[in-house]
């Protein structure tokens, strides 16, 4: 065989092999413990305790509401075949039907982590009108626990147990890795206390009733335009009590969100000439370079410039 041929048949073979092996790369299984999380703030969780050693994906696609999201066959079939599986009970009716046809290897369910059960169940948090009067209240049912930095530390371990009997051999780095990530969220958590320690006021008119828990760790009020629901709209009589709250209280601010209409919120500033801003509740990663901890410092900054803290 000439030369030229010898070469022509060698750069044959390895153009072939080079093919294979990316098919497959493309193919091949994902490694480490497999870990559906159901939305984002659980997912970050996983992501900070598991490390390299976990895979974490989420039910919620980025930027979606995660409150009716429907499963895909395939996700539903993940959830079955993952190692552990992290989600809240009662908050998505997918994920909570889809765990109980595939009873997955290992379960964290958030709404049963002793602390946040405590703070999602307590009479204090039961409804109430959503006025200043109400004062520190969160609405019956309301989810959003990871707005108070302390509840969503309280996950970590939890986490970690779950990781640790899916893959024993690593029980050190996930202890270690969540005690990291309660000491971190323990200092976001003095962030908060010292930003909003001394402020000429303490109201928080938000789009929806979704920062109770904030609301309740900071010493805050929050009045929402709509409950629980994003996507509900006040009724004439309540933005009228909205007119009255901010008059009341002096309020400078109503907080729109990134993923809800701000068409409401918008026009009500600005017959009462007053501003907007945005309060992240943290429900999906808005922006894939500004994690969990990212949103809730730009959310303590808003906070602040709102409310004219020292």
């Given amino acids: 065989m000439s030369t030229r041929l010898r070469a022509t048949a060698a750069s044959t073979v390895l153009v072939g092999a ?23 703030p659980l997912q970050y969780v ?15 696609p980025p930027g979606a509401e995660p409150h009716d999201i429907e499963l895909s066959p395939r996700q539903v079939r993940d959830v079955g075949d993952a190692d552990v599986v992290v989600y809240l009970s009662g908050f998505q009716a997918a994920v909570d039907a889809a765990v109980t046809s595939r009873a997955p290897a290992h379960l964290v369910d958030a709404a049963q982590v002793p602390s946040i059960a405590e703070h999602m ?10 006025t200043a009067d109400d004062a ?32 024993p051999d690593n029980t050190a780095q996930y202890a270690a890795a969540a005690g990291r990530l309660v000491a971190d969220l323990d200092a976001l958590d003095g962030e908060f206390t010292d930003g909003l320690g001394q402020c000429e006021r303490r109201v928080v008119v938000t789009a929806h009733a979704a920062f109770g828990y904030l609301a309740e760790r900071y010493d805050l009020t929050q009045v929402g335009l709509s409950g629980l629901d994003p996507e509900a709209e006040p009724s004439p009589s309540r933005l009228r009590e909205i007119r009255d709250v901010v008059e009341q209280y002096g309020v400078t601010t109503v907080f729109t969100e990134a993923l809800v209409s701000p068409k409401v919120a918008e026009t009500l500033a600005g017959d ?5 801003a945005v309060l992240d509740p943290v429900e999906s990663q808005v922006d894939e370079a500004t994690d969990y901890r990212g949103a809730m410092e ?12 020292a």
């Fill in 298 to 309: 730009q959310n303590l900054s808003a906070l602040r410039a709102a409310l004219g803290c």
């Fill in 272 to 276: 009462l000439g007053i501003s907007t």
């Fill in 136 to 167: 520190h209240a969160n609405e019956s049912g309301d989810p959003h626990f990871w707005l108070d930095p302390t509840l969503l530390a309280a996950l970590a371990p939890q986490v970690a147990g779950a990781l640790t009997a899916a893959d």
């Fill in 121 to 130: 169940t307590a009479e204090e948090s039961g409804a109430g009108d959503g």
């Fill in 46 to 60: 996983v992501e900070q305790v598991g490390g390299d050693l976990v895979n974490v994906t989420s039910m919620t």
């Fill in 18 to 40: 080079a093919t294979l092996l990316a098919g497959c790369s493309a193919t091949a299984e994902p490694t480490g413990v497999q870990v559906p999380a159901s939305f984002y």
